[in-house]
């Protein structure tokens, strides 16, 4: 077996063990592979910043609030912006 195939196989398994952690989990994973995308231009998240998205999601998980489709959030703020 190659590098390219072992490879493959390696991020095939790497992507279906992520997608079977919980999602405040998954949503961990996703900001710290994010986050290793950033170029020194963009500013790190401060810790009071990180503090409020992990209580957001943990109130998403929770069903504390309700979630909105972005295509209905958008079409209503351009709406209260003409």
């Known amino acids: 077996m190659g ?3 072992h490879m493959s196989i390696t991020v095939e ?3 279906s063990d992520a997608l079977e952690l919980p999602p405040s989990v998954r949503a961990f994973v996703a900001e710290k592979l994010i986050e290793s995308l ?23 998980d929770r069903g504390a609030v309700s979630l909105h ?5 958008f079409k209503k703020a351009y709406a209260s912006l003409a």
């Open 38 to 60: 950033d170029v020194q231009e963009a500013p790190r998240l401060s810790a009071k910043w990180k503090t409020k998205l992990r209580r957001r999601c943990a109130e998403v």
């Open 69 to 73: 489709a972005a295509d209905a959030v």
């Open 3 to 5: 590098y390219t195939e």
């Open 13 to 15: 398994k790497v992507v």
